[in-house]
């Protein structure tokens, strides 16, 4: 079945620690997030168990931040997402029009050298966010106890992972610099997950025809 529950978490993040860089075959970036007196861990994923094990990424303020900037009426900590509310605060790779899939990049998750692997640019973003006292963040995801995961694509899965697949439930973090106005993202799928699915979420055709490279945009803002 799809992600249950499916939502949004807000809050104010206090601390994010970079995955290890050996030891761990799904490494994945940890950070807090404080909301409505109590604390959430956030598990991101920066590699991948499937082959090509690099995810793919795009953060920085290249999305279409009108989409989401009713978030600011959400109140602090987890707001589940369903079919009622999805239209208004629901985030769909393929369907919402929030990004070009085509700008997103492959990265590594470790690599040798400053500022050049996806551990170094998600905490570039969430340490910038963490020193901003009006710096909000909203987590897209799953609940697992004590936090929230799967903060990335979540449909056109390949078949271990089908039952995750749906339709507007992709993960993801957006943070609105309050004091700025300025918002920035964090998008994560993938190199597995096929970019043309089913009103279930599910593959229609296989990544090798239907990857963030190739979709049509007609497809993706549909």
Not at 44 to 53: A, L
Not at 94 to 99: A, Q
Not at 166 to 192: N, R, T
Request: aromatic letters at 10%; a negative charge; glycine letters at 8%.
């Amino acid at each position: 079945m799809p992600l249950n529950p499916y939502g949004v978490l807000k809050g104010k993040i206090i601390r994010g620690i970079p995955a290890p860089p050996t030891g761990d075959s799904t490494p994945h970036y940890h950070a807090v997030v404080k909301a409505d007196g109590r604390e959430y861990k956030l598990a991101i994923n920066v590699q991948s168990r499937e082959q090509p094990s690099e995810l793919l990424y795009l953060v920085g303020d290249k999305f279409n931040s009108e989409q989401i900037t009713h978030l600011q009426s959400l109140k602090d900590g987890f707001t589940k997402i369903s079919k009622s509310n999805r239209d208004e605060i629901a985030l769909d790779y393929i369907r919402g029009g929030l990004f070009d899939p085509s700008k997103m990049i492959a990265l590594l998750f470790n690599e040798d050298g400053p500022d050049n692997d996806l551990n170094e640019k998600v905490d570039a973003y969430l340490q910038r966010a963490i020193k901003d006292e009006t710096a909000k963040i909203y987590v897209y995801g799953e609940p697992f106890p004590g936090g929230i995961h799967n903060i990335h694509m979540n449909q056109g899965n390949v078949k271990k992972y089908r039952a995750d697949d749906g339709i507007w439930q992709d993960g993801g973090i957006v943070i609105h610099f309050e004091q700025e106005d300025k918002w920035l993202g964090l998008f994560l799928a993938f190199q597995s997950q096929s970019w043309c699915t089913d009103d279930q979420g599910h593959m229609e055709r296989p990544v090798s025809k239907c990857s963030h490279k190739t979709v049509k945009i007609a497809e993706v803002s549909r």
